[in-house]
């Protein structure tokens, strides 16, 4: 994260440099959404330091600012660059949007699988969990097959990300030939 959020730092220092400030002569909002989604990008970190222990009363109201805060600074991002497209100097093509909407449509796809594998993960870990409880009760404590599905969700897990990170490339490399064609 902190590499992310330097280049993130450095990007932004870089554009207002070679715009040599803000340009105030546009209604394109791009500019605007970008500089919101990078206070936002910002502040996460810094949520991050005062977040409250695992056990803490309020670190559920922490975890869901968190995501918030998030997911609406990149929500802002991918709009702003949507909108970078209009802009006069960007020269980017049509195609530009297609390529954003493939990413934008996986990304979800990906998000959305993550979130359901966790959430059924831990559906299945906590009922395992009190088998575990009522067989150690009873006298049986071996429970065959918890370690191992939890090897298995982690295997999957790990694959989907590498075919996402392969996928995140891909997306990165079309994009940055278009710039550069531009």
């Given at each position: ?28 909002p ?41 997911n ?71 429970q ?39």
């Amino acid at each position: 994260m902190l590499v992310a959020l330097t280049f993130v730092v450095i990007a932004f220092i870089v554009i207002f440099v070679h715009k040599n400030g803000w340009n105030y002569e546009t209604d394109n909002p791009h500019a605007v959404l970008g500089c919101i989604a990078t206070v936002l990008g910002l502040l996460q970190p810094i949520m991050a330091l005062f977040r409250p222990g695992p056990d803490h009363p309020k670190r559920p109201i922490f975890n869901w600012l968190h995501l918030t805060v998030g997911n609406v600074a990149q929500l802002l991002a991918v709009v702003a660059i949507f909108y970078a497209k209009k802009l006069e100097t960007s020269g980017l093509g049509d195609y530009f949007y297609a390529v954003m909407a493939v990413f934008v449509i996986v990304y979800l796809l990906f998000h959305l699988f993550f979130q359901v594998h966790t959430w059924t993960s831990e559906r299945k870990k906590n009922n395992e969990v009190k088998m575990l409880d009522l067989a150690s009760r009873g006298g049986n404590i071996a429970q065959p097959g918890v370690p191992e599905k939890n090897h298995v969700n982690q295997a999957v897990r790990q694959i989907f990300l590498g075919i996402y990170v392969i996928f995140v490339v891909a997306i990165l490399i079309a994009l940055y030939a278009m710039i550069g064609a531009a």
